[in-house]
């Protein structure tokens, strides 16, 4: 435990007294069996101010425990001198008798040593084998006799005690000041406590107003040096005089850091008795003339003496312990400088640490606040020298770099190739190579200052890197292996700097530059093993080039440097490293070229005049220039035609279609472009418009700008059928049509689907009355992309017939039909091969139809039934004739009744109405006849109607379904479920259907034979 002034811990635990002073620790243990246990509690409650020499003759002299005399003596600091000289003095005397066994130990060994050491020659290893055999005779006894040792230690620090006491109170009485215990001390010091004056120390001097600079206790505790120092700086020279002559022994060593403290104002002639004296015959400062209170020391304050490799070690852990504790690199690196001073070897390179760790902590420029840059040497020794370059220049600016690497990074460099050369290595690359490995990790700023410190025009002395080719192979790996973007104009600089080569090349020298450059941007693409391409790596490939490689290389970065200007200038910067990659790539150049035509206005949008896009257009003709390096351009591999076409397209994708006009037909610049590849451009523009619309409508929005697109060119059979796709778009977007429930459909879905028929069934199947508007729907088809399919016409005429049929509009289904009918007869000229198989898919649709509404049980128009049966018949193949035919005889039955029964009411016979029927030019029998004869009649014996007796109904059914299925919409679902569901024919009247008990085999042969001969003209009968 350490010692504290007073007698609190005594209070605190009797029986242990310590004791805290800034150069003296120690525990004192003792046992209270022989105090008398009410001296222990006098003393302990006196205070110091209550005690005077009485006390201390009627309390501490009877007893007999010199230990715990000594203790409570070492424990009292007292403000008044006499009864401070007593107390000090009963300790010293109570320590005489372990002083007595101490040096009779020493004695004992000494002589032992001296015995064993008498047969032979004494020397330095008998010396110290003789210390160290003390040493362990008196460390035995210690350990014995625990209170000697504790006595010693009491008796060293009452001895210091006294002769402090004495030089109190001799400065004191130069000064005729009386030390007085009953005054307070105060905090503030005057600056001239002492006077002058001399005399012989006593206890006692003449009264004086004045109070001293420095109470007793504080001296007494206080260290010498910086008393010492503080005298110095308050220019008291008579007091410092008297301190350094009685204590010059231990002050001597800090006398230039006393003298630094005196104040520059001070005169010499007042402290010439403190100022080095110079010695004429040795040539050398004379020693200063000390007169201590003891001549020589007591033997409790004999050191004992450590060998120089024990020194060293606690130079060092006394070293490390500063820097680590206190952070104060210079007092740690005085340390060191003192025991250099003494010749103490070991330590020049903890000097030299201590010395580059200042320059670190001191020299540097300071962190930022709340920056961590707590530095102790064990950090320091653990870092590489990579990272203490770092660390010196971490905090550096542009304005600083070239200054600090100068002052602090070269002469750490030089250090490291001295301790390479001392160690037998030699590396005299070392500081170069450190050099280049914080430049090529260093921000793009700093490194144009240090080129800048660099240029080949400065001496040689003063450039930071003094090899031209280094500097163009430090240039070219950092712009390469930097990612910045914006930083053009720093990397301009680092290129204005380098060294320029006149060297004349032969076309041999010159292939083999530009495929060492080319190799280049296989070098820098990523891959799986490395995925970016460091500023070191591509140290590594210019490192064996020669200087005819190097100055192609610096060529080629200033073509790309005004490259990557001109890109940043339209807001679409790449890397540099990029020019190297897309150098071999067209796909690359060209998307570039297009991001840079699409995106040039920025987030600004700056491109508002044509100016501005003529700007444009010719600096994308420079990056594609094929001049002086050339093939070196951002957009080398992309002809004119490329630049102007990819420029156009992003001048179109901006909207501005005034300015693409006007740019078309400007003098200033000249588009060479042919009409056709406008028009491709504008239709490309224009798509894309359109598949990034939201909305079908083309009045606004995107739809707006692709229809408004399309006005650039002359109108054209492509440019129309697009504007036409557009407005058909906005139609069908009119109708609501939704691609899943809640999300209207959208441009693009329209653009992508396959069949765009089924968006016009959506539309009729959707709208009620859509129907009725044939000529809309029809005029849609045609915009859809149909125009001219003839086919597309008949499917859609067969789907307003069939929505006009399940709306039960009979009337505009047959409308539609014939309208049908008329079409597919145009198609089916003579012109027009029969197995055409358009002609042949528009006939199926349009029969089936004709079919399906012919036999619709709701549609009350038997001859219009007829007409259509009789289409039906003309128009389907042959093998569905029979099944057709049956169809048409039951509703001619009908047809025939109802004549009948008209004609009886008339007096008129059927005879004359198959007459009147034959006559009629809308009758399909004539041509239905005509087919027939060229037509081969089946074999009805193995015919479904004779073999398996199904209704006739149901194979024209199966007929219109095969048919119907092609078609993009249900068929005849509404008008059939009128129906009996047992009534196959699908007739009104079941009862006409067949005859109870009549075979079915010859009802079909009746029924067929008189369809047949009904359609050659024969007889009803």
Not at 60 to 89: F, G, H, N, Y
Request: negative net charge; proline residues 6%.
């Amino acid at each position: 435990m350490p010692f504290l002034y007073g007698n609190h811990v005594l209070k605190a635990h009797l029986g242990r007294i310590t004791e805290d002073t800034p150069e003296h620790q120690g525990v004192v243990v003792f046992s209270m069996n022989d105090i008398p246990l009410d001296i222990c509690t006098q003393w302990l409650a006196l205070s110091d101010a209550d005690l005077t020499q009485d006390t201390i003759e009627q309390l501490l002299k009877p007893v007999t425990d010199d230990l715990w005399v000594a203790a409570a003596c070492v424990d009292r600091i007292l403000e008044d001198a006499t009864v401070q000289r007593s107390i000090v003095e009963l300790g010293i005397d109570r320590t005489e008798s372990a002083l007595t066994r101490c040096r009779d130990v020493y004695a004992d060994t000494t002589h032992e040593a001296e015995d064993d050491d008498a047969a032979e020659q004494r020397n330095g290893d008998a010396r110290q084998s003789e210390a160290q055999g003390w040493s362990a005779s008196l460390l035995s006894h210690f350990r014995a006799q625990s209170a000697d040792a504790q006595l010693c230690r009491i008796r060293s620090v009452l001895l210091d005690r006294l002769d402090r006491l004495n030089t109190y109170v001799a400065v004191c009485k130069e000064a005729s000041i009386q030390p007085d215990a009953d005054d307070l001390v105060d905090d503030e010091w005057e600056d001239d406590p002492w006077a002058e004056g001399s005399g012989e120390p006593s206890t006692s001097t003449s009264a004086t107003s004045r109070e001293p600079l420095i109470p007793l206790s504080t001296f007494l505790t206080t260290d010498l040096l910086h008393a010492a120092c503080l005298l110095a700086s308050l220019e008291q020279f008579t007091a410092l005089r008297i301190l350094m002559e009685r204590h010059g022994t231990r002050l001597c060593p800090y006398r230039f850091l006393i003298l630094d403290s005196v104040p520059e104002h001070a005169l010499a002639v007042d402290f010439r008795d403190i100022l080095p004296v110079y010695d004429p015959a040795e040539d050398r400062e004379k020693t200063l003339e000390t007169n201590p209170w003891r001549v020589e020391p007591d033997f409790s304050e004999l050191p004992e003496p450590l060998p120089s490799s024990e020194l060293v070690k606690w130079y060092q852990v006394r070293i490390d312990l500063i820097v680590s504790s206190t952070g104060m690199i210079d007092a740690a690196f005085s340390l060191v400088q003192h025991a250099a001073s003494q010749g103490l070897p070991g330590l020049d390179e903890m000097g030299e640490e201590l010395s580059l760790l200042s320059r670190l902590v001191y020299d540097t420029h300071p962190p930022p606040q709340g920056a961590d840059d707590d530095w102790t040497l064990a950090r320091w020794k653990a870092m590489d020298p990579s990272e203490i370059v770092r660390a010196y220049l971490a905090y550096s600016t542009s304005e600083t770099i070239a200054q600090d690497i100068s002052r602090l990074v070269m002469p750490y460099l030089f250090v490291l190739e001295s301790r390479a050369e001392r160690a037998g290595r030699p590396d005299p690359t070392l500081p170069k190579r450190l050099l280049y490995e914080y430049i090529l990790n260093a921000p793009l700023e700093l490194v144009a200052t240090i080129f800048e410190a660099s240029k080949p025009t400065l001496p040689p002395a003063q450039r930071l890197i003094r090899d031209d080719e280094d500097m163009a192979r430090l240039a070219l790996a950092c712009l390469y292996g930097s990612d910045s973007l914006n930083e053009w104009p720093i990397m301009s600089r680092v290129f204005e700097c380098l060294p320029a080569w006149d060297t004349a090349e032969d076309d041999e020298d010159a292939d083999e530059a530009d495929t060492t450059i080319a190799s280049l941007g296989t070098f820098v693409a990523p891959s799986t093993s490395r995925p970016r391409c460091t500023s070191a790596d591509l140290m590594l490939f210019f490192h064996p080039l020669p200087s005819s490689s190097l100055s192609r290389a610096l060529d080629v970065l200033d073509v790309h440097l005004e490259s990557g200007e001109i890109l940043a200038r339209w807001s679409v910067p790449a890397p540099l490293r990029w020019f190297l990659q897309s150098n071999r790539n067209i796909a690359e150049q060209r998307s570039w070229a297009n991001r840079m035509a699409r995106r040039a206005g920025g987030s600004q949008d700056r491109l508002d005049t044509q100016e501005d896009w003529e700007w444009l257009l010719e600096d994308m003709l420079k990056l594609s220039d094929e001049g002086d390096s050339g093939s070196w351009s951002a957009f080398c591999l992309l002809s004119k035609d490329d630049i102007i076409r990819i420029f156009f397209s992003g001048l179109l994708s901006t909207g501005k279609f005034d300015i693409a006009k006007n740019l078309l037909q400007s003098h200033n610049i000249h588009l060479s472009l042919d009409p056709r590849v406008i028009e491709d451009i504008c239709l490309t523009c224009s798509q894309e418009f359109y598949d990034n619309a939201t909305s079908g409508n083309y009045h606004f929005g995107d739809m707006k700008l692709a229809y408004d697109c399309l006005d650039i060119p002359p109108p054209s059979e492509r440019i129309i059928k697009e504007k036409e796709f557009i407005e058909a778009t906005s139609r069908l977007c009119s109708f609501n049509l939704m691609s899943r429930p809640g999300m209207p459909i959208t441009p693009l879905e329209i653009r992508l689907t396959k069949d765009r028929l089924t968006l016009v069934s959506r539309v009729l199947s959707s709208n009620n009355d859509a129907y009725k508007h044939a000529q809309v729907i029809l005029d849609l088809v045609n915009k859809l992309g149909f125009r001219e399919d003839v086919v597309a016409r008949v499917k859609t005429l067969a789907m307003l017939a069939e929505t006009a049929l399940q709306a039960e509009d009979f009337a505009r289904a047959y409308e539609t039909c014939e309208n049908m009918i008329d079409t597919v007869h145009e198609l089916r000229s003579p012109t027009q091969a029969a197995t055409d198989p358009a002609v042949e898919e528009a006939s199926e649709v349009c029969w089936v139809a004709c079919f399906s509404l012919g036999r619709h049980p709701e549609f009350d128009d038997v001859q219009k039934k007829l007409i259509l049966q009789g289409r039906a018949l003309e128009l389907c193949p042959p093998e569905k004739l029979v099944d057709i035919l049956a169809i048409w005889h039951r509703i001619e039955e009908e047809d025939v009744q109802e004549r009948r029964e008209r004609l009886a009411s008339t007096g008129h016979g059927p005879r004359a109405s198959q007459t009147q029927r034959a006559g009629s030019s809308k009758d399909p029998v004539a041509s239905l006849a005509a087919r027939l004869q060229h037509l081969r009649m089946p074999d009805i014996t193995n015919s479904p109607l004779v073999n398996h007796a199904p209704d006739a109904a149901a194979f024209a059914n199966k007929a219109f379904s095969h048919v119907a299925a092609n078609f993009p919409f249900s068929v005849g679902t509404r008008g059939r479920s009128l129906a009996d569901d047992h009534d196959p024919w699908g007739s009104r009247e079941t009862s006409r259907s067949r005859v109870d008990g009549v075979d079915v085999s010859a009802q079909a042969s009746k029924v067929l034979q008189a369809g047949i001969g009904w359609l050659l003209g024969a007889d009803d009968d």
